[in-house]
Each structure stands twice: as C-alpha cells, then as structure tokens.
C-alpha cells in the first residue's frame, strides 16, 4: 500500500482544513487507517483512528470534537476534516495504514506510512 497525503496550508486560527490520503492498492478497505502529527521538535503523536469495516472512530483527546476522520473505500481515501484550528495544531500530519487487528494509536502498528502534509495555523 502506497500512500499520498495532501491538503496541507497554512491557515488562520479558528479556520479549517480537510486533509486527504489516497492509497492505492486494492485492499485499502482491509486497512485500519490513521493520522498521527509531528510538530516541531516534538515526538509524533496520534491523532485519529478509523477501523477497516465499521469505520468506528477514535480521536485524541487534544482533537475531539474539532477533528473528524472519515473514509471513502470507494475512491481509496481517508480524510481528516479539521475544525476550529489552533496554533498548537501545526505540524505535519502524516497518514497511515495498518492491517487488524491494530492497537489504536501505537505507531509501530501501522505498516505503512505516507509521506506527510505540513498544516501550520497562524494566530
């Protein structure tokens, strides 16, 4: 599975962006999906999760109820919509995709990784 993140930018706090991963392979919907974020001189940390058939949600407490993780199976894609942006939100947030059964948010789950999209929220 190769995967692409785009939707990146720079935005003012308060404002919103919507995050795309396109994958390609025909077994995008087998996968567990996520997005993790790592901002300047910190560690990567997790950000939301989506299960393969369900498409049960999990979110980081730092993005809940701002965030929504979604997937489209038909087009190979999970979006992370982002609202109510803050300047502690920049980073880059990368994708990834690991097969169940996954344990949420611990990075060594996940088997492939896209190659990141910078979000920076200015104030």
């Known amino acids: 599975v190769q995967l692409q993140a785009s939707g990146g930018g720079l935005v003012q706090a308060g404002g919103s962006l919507r995050l795309s991963c396109a994958a390609s392979?025909?077994?995008?919907?087998?996968?567990?999906m996520a997005w993790f974020r790592q901002a300047p001189g910190k560690d990567r940390e997790f950000v939301a999760h989506?299960?393969?058939?369900?498409?049960?949600?999990t979110y980081a407490d730092s993005v809940k109820g701002r965030f929504t993780i979604s997937r489209d199976n038909a087009k190979n894609t999970v979006y992370l919509q982002m609202n109510s942006l803050k300047p502690e939100d920049t980073a880059v947030y990368s994708c990834?995709?690991?097969?169940?059964?996954?344990?949420?948010?611990?990075?060594?789950?996940?088997?492939?990784w896209g190659q990141g999209t910078e979000v920076t929220v200015s104030s």
């Open positions: 990834a995709a690991g097969l169940p059964p996954v344990r949420v948010g611990v990075i060594s789950e996940y088997d492939y």
């Open positions: 989506i299960t393969s058939r369900l498409g049960s949600t």
């Open positions: 392979g025909r077994t995008f919907s087998s996968y567990s």
